[in-house]
């Protein structure tokens, strides 16, 4: 390598001196290969020219947080060679049903300019965009390297595309088809794969509702032989699931499919040998209707078991407690709200190693029914699990001394999403505001990225924000703050903010137009049900040409209020695409 | 005005955990102190005839699900208390996504709006929901009957003519209201997650009657006899059905029932007069016991 720099130096050629930095580019382009996040790349690329045409050579995954930030073109000729692309569309709050429908964000035109520019692609991973079976189709057809497919929060397709992705894609390793907004129309994709297929490594349709034909996915299970992650849906039964796992004792990830049918004793057994030969299972979800008399027939398959996901699951506190004896390893855990307050200390019990808790709500709109998780679950988790960094944690109550203890016990949270569920609850045993709450939090927990705030906050909250949470990335608010000041506070004082969304808070065109400066190195703003006029964001987009400041009505409302805001840099200049309810200032 | 209810078991105090008391208070003023009173939830077995009797004059035939119904010995329950917390929080007065928050800006003292009110709160992706609500494609697959042992599996399995899943028409995973008397704040429970009476008897004395304490390690396995089968207590167990009407639980076979349930309710021994043949019998037996 010296020697090679040494005679490079000493070359008469002066021209190609002064051109070339200090390594010819092969070199340059295999260091930064090795490169995976896109920080670093994003980074590199800026040091000179020859390094960011050697970044953009060498990258082979793309990852564009906005889709309308970038066209594909742009895209597409900036990096050639890429092989993955991870794309994500609407604003988070689309998955609240609070972006209108047709909004955009349509995967189509994408798929065009790839098929001509990058038609070696081999990964696509989408969140919240909307793709069509005619898409799908079009996929399956354009990339004869396609490998991977990923959709989260999607809409637009039906079983159908599925059916083309699988008859198509001979070199398919994964289908991956989380939650999203399928078109169920029957199982009969999962036929589509041919006899002959054997590639597959990850197959999810845990989320899809219609049967399907087992006989075909126990064959398609038994000849894939590299099979890792298999998330059946519900109508697998759990007699069929040990006939499964038989065939891939293999896999790492296991989503099953009801868990809630009447056993024989041959049969339970069969269950249970069945999970005792599954020695390699990390992940483990699904239960469906689970019937936790069954639930010591997986527990052999729990001891590596690192993250459980039974927020499908409907627990009650002692079994999940009886569940958890067995996963000691137990680093990430999603549940119902079901499991209430006892479940959590059987939590904290049982999973010293835990990083990451969820706790969904089963019944959020149900006001008469008292169940769920308190401050007590929170604080008891909070005790026994020093390494928790990830929550997010739907309560009905909630108290301002209680975060304190948690925020104590844990300092390092990275993401504390705290949702009380009714608007503008106070501390449930001071009446107060539930300020101090997150302003312990953003004391303590310094390396904060990601905050979503509830209960009855006033302005201190913000300002708490804003002085303290300064490696905060993005920030969700609702039913929140007391004036524009607030906002103000966390605009002028969140160095890394990336993502703020807003709804239904007092904040105007004042706080709006704080942020000037800040909203170039956001990747967006939504601000909806706020106090925000038409006047204000036409301001906005006038002075600052280079964001997209797009605004949708509500039926009904006065002309002059801007009833949802959606602002973000974008280098692709206004979209073309946007549907009559979408206005582009 | 609910917001600020603290749920049963919300005092830290009860997990030993919790640096600050929540405040709950066992001021229960709804009802007279229940800790005096024998509770235990009557339910009755088979058809007709004789059934929950207190614990006297019982003639269980050999129905199917008689095997469910041992007796166990009355206990003393503590009170079942729905502790609000003191002072009662103010609650807020949130307003529909659609309303500008200018609106709502006084929410001293504002009617609070439910939740399900408000568009796209609480923040959960609604295909999340819709998984959750997807009714199952077809009923549980009925398996062989016969070869069901209770020792089987060495926990209780019980004994039906017929498996039947439950079909979702109740809501989520088949769950139910229960209400009990005296208690203003009901509870779900999910059917699905049980095969017979028993368990399920079980799992709404521990929802209402058992003190939602720290986890009980030593817990025992194959748990002691749910009290509402007993028959010797202050409550029975009823349901209301497809057409409305109230009847005793366990009268008919426990698949049937699956399928015509809409939900629960723990009545009250004295006001169940009426609700089958069978009971007004049964009642006139209870009167016998001290209240």
Sequence with gaps: MESELKRFRNSPNSEELTRRSSFPDEVIERVLSLFKSHKDRSAVSLVCKDWYNAERWSRTHVFIGNCYSVSPEIVARRFPNIRSVTLKGKPRFSDFNLVPLNWGADIHAWLVVFADECPFLEELRLK?????????????????????????????????????????????????????????????????????????????????????????????????????????????????????????????????????????????????????????????????DVKAIYLPALYSACTNLTFLNLSYAALQGGELAKLLRHCPRLQRLWVMDTVEDKGLEAVGLNCPLLEELRVFPLDPYDEEIAHGVTEAGFIAVSCFCPRLHYVLYFCRQMTNAAVATVVQNCPNFTHFRLCIMNPRQPDCTTGEPMDEAFGAVVKTCTKLQRLSVSGLLTDLTFEYIGKYAKNLETLSVAFAGSSDWGMQCVLEGCPKLRKLEIRDCPFGNKALLSGLEKYESMRSLWMSACNVTMNGCRLLARVMPRLNVEVMKEDGSDDSQADKVYVYRSVAGPRRDAPPSVQTL | ?????????????????????????????????????????????????????????????????????????????????????????????????????????????????????????????????????????????????????????????????????????????????????????????????????????????????????????????????????????????????????????????WGMFLSSVRRLRIMRTSEANGLAPGLHDRNNRQRNKPI
């Design chain 1, 128 to 288: 919240r965009m909307t793709i069509s079976d005619e898409s799908l189709e079009f996929l399956s057809v354009s990339f004869p390297n396609f490998k991977s497919l990923s959709l989260l929060s999607c809409d637009g397709f039906s079983t159908n595309g599925l059916s083309a992705i699988a008859t198509h894609c001979k070199n398919l390793i994964e289908l991956d088809i989380q939650e999203n907004g399928i078109d169920d129309r029957g199982g009969s994709w999962l036929s589509c794969f041919p006899e002959s297929f054997t590639l597959l490594e990850v197959l999810n349709f845990a989320n899809l509702t219609s049967d399907i034909n087992f006989d075909v996915l126990e064959r398609l299970v038994s000849r894939c032989k590299s099979l890792r992650v298999l998330k059946v849906n519900q109508s697998i039964s759990l007699e069929q699931l040990p006939r499964l796992l038989v065939h891939a004792p293999q896999l790492t990830e296991l989503g099953t499919g009801s868990f809630s049918q009447q056993l024989t004793f041959p049969q339970y057994e069969e269950l249970e040998s069945a999970f005792s030969s599954c020695n390699n299972i990390h992940t483990l979800s699904g239960l469906w």
């Design chain 2, 1 to 253: 005005m609910e917001g600020g209810l603290c749920l049963l078991g919300g005092g830290g105090g009860s997990s030993g955990v919790s640096t600050n008391e929540s405040g709950v208070s066992s001021e229960a003023t709804s009802y007279p102190a229940e800790s005096e009173l024998e509770l235990g939830l009557g339910l009755s077995l088979g058809g007709g005839g004789g059934g929950g009797g207190g614990g006297a004059g019982k003639t269980k035939t050999g129905t199917a699900w008689g095997e469910c119904g041992r007796i166990l010995t009355a206990q003393d329950f503590p009170s079942v208390v729905s502790q609000r917390a003191n002072g009662g929080s103010s609650s807020a007065a949130p307003v529909s996504g659609t309303k500008r928050a200018a609106d709502s800006v006084t929410h001293e003292g504002g009617s609070p709006t439910a939740v399900s009110q408000v568009v796209g709160w609480p923040p959960i992706r609604a295909y999340r929901m819709n998984s959750l609500k997807a009714p199952r494609a077809e009923e549980e697959k009925a398996v062989d009957e016969k070869d069901k042992s209770k020792e089987a599996l060495k926990k209780k399995i019980c004994n039906v003519n017929k498996t039947s899943g439950a079909v979702n028409e109740k809501g989520h995973l088949g769950f139910v209201k229960v209400n009990m008397d005296g208690v203003t704040i009901g509870r779900k429970v999910d059917l699905n997650a049980h095969a017979c009476y028993e368990t399920l008897a079980q799992a709404l004395e521990d929802m209402f009657f058992r003190p939602p304490s720290a986890v009980n390690l030593t817990e025992k396995e194959g748990a002691k006899q749910s009290k509402l089968l007993n028959g010797s207590s202050e409550f029975v167990l009823t349901y209301e059905d497809k057409e409305g009407d109230w009847m005793l639980v366990g009268d008919v076979p």
